[in-house]
């Protein structure tokens, strides 16, 4: 599959399987959005990666968890044209076995997991309609 001239929002980047969906998405054309929340270095060291095999990448570093982080974040990547895939990928693993669970770690969990789905997709969804072309793929863990 071709995504020539596709731009592809991956969150949570800087982990294994979001760097490995950010190889394939380059290895197949799309202009790759690298999204980590921490660890900039690490999406910087595989956007060079992607650039030196041919691909285009950018990295965007926000907390997905603050609504005016995830908004301008969104305008930054959305500076750039419409975003036509958005692979929510971005999780954290703060959890325990619920008896043992506190409500600080469950909140932190759901709010990066549920809720930054819906902060980084909603206003990339009208931008991504508008091209009549486009794909939102969420990746869940047993966590969240």
Known sequence: MTLLGKRALVTGASGALGTA???????????VLLHASSRPEAIESLAE???AAGG???CHVFDLRSDEATAAGCAAML?????QIVVNNAGVHDDAVMPGMRAEQWHKVIDVSLNGFFRVTQPLLLPMMRTRWGRILNISSVAS
């Open 49 to 51: 990666t992607l650039r």
């Open 21 to 31: 969906i950010a190889h394939r998405l380059a290895r197949d054309g799309a202009t």
């Open 56 to 58: 285009t990448a950018e």
């Open 79 to 83: 500076a750039g044209g419409p975003v």
